[in-house]
């Protein structure tokens, strides 16, 4: 019964900033890492960033220094602040969580994607 639901997507103008939420519902005993993925029409989907059990915190090169993810464990959600948005940022965005559940260990869960459009 763990799912995941995001929020934040939005059509914005280049430039401009959207923060994107997304929450993990359900008995989880552990949280082993939080993701955003992207994917556009007619291309694979690709790792946006991570953040892992310390806290460690990776981005795809396109984004680096522009987005940022962030978690509240408490709360079992992860954010993806995105400032400075370009064209080429448009995609569906997917969180991505791979957690201890009654499901099993390292057991991965997706959300159902939102999108996030960027106009020039």
């Known amino acids: 019964q763990v799912q995941l639901a995001e929020s934040g997507g939005n059509l914005v103008q280049a430039g401009g900033s959207l923060r994107l939420s997304c929450a993990a519902s359900?008995?989880?005993?552990?949280?082993?890492?939080m993701a955003w993925y992207r994917q556009a029409p007619r291309k694979e989907r690709e790792l946006v960033a991570i953040i892992t059990t310390g806290g460690t915190t990776n981005y795809i090169d396109s984004v680096k220094g522009r987005f940022t993810i962030s978690r509240d464990n408490a709360k079992n959600t992860v954010y993806l602040q995105m400032n400075s948005l370009k064209p080429e940022d448009t995609a569906v965005y997917y969180c991505?969580?791979?957690?201890?559940?009654?499901?099993?260990?390292?057991?991965?869960?997706w959300g159902q994607g939102t999108q996030v459009t960027v106009s020039s």
């Open positions: 359900g008995t989880i005993f552990g949280i082993n890492h």
């Open positions: 991505n969580a791979n957690l201890n559940t009654r499901d099993g260990p390292h057991f991965n869960y």
